[in-house]
């Protein structure tokens, strides 16, 4: 059950940084436009702060969680 648990946050942690790497970058696309690719447009920057917010509460809920007999 440890090993699903790690697997899942572990999972969590990596939506958010990738949610928050993809949203930066889409930011600074919309600043400097070097890229015109469709998903690093305007749109897109909700999709990427979704992928943030539900990989840290993932992490958070598997993290935080508490256990039996506390």
């Given at each position: 059950m440890?090993?699903?648990?790690?697997?899942f946050r572990?999972?969590?942690?990596?939506?958010?940084?990738?949610?928050?790497?993809?949203f930066?970058?889409?930011?600074l696309?919309?600043?400097l436009?070097?890229?015109?690719?469709?998903?690093?447009?305007?749109?897109?920057?909700r999709v990427?702060?979704?992928f943030?917010?539900?990989?840290?509460?993932?992490?958070?809920l598997?993290?935080?969680r508490?256990?039996?007999?506390?």
């Amino acid at each position: 059950m440890e090993g699903v648990l790690n697997f899942f946050r572990f999972t969590g942690m990596g939506l958010f940084f990738m949610g928050m790497l993809l949203f930066v970058i889409t930011v600074l696309n919309n600043w400097l436009g070097f890229a015109s690719m469709d998903w690093l447009e305007g749109p897109f920057w909700r999709v990427y702060l979704f992928f943030a917010v539900s990989g840290i509460l993932m992490y958070i809920l598997i993290t935080f969680r508490r256990k039996k007999g506390d």
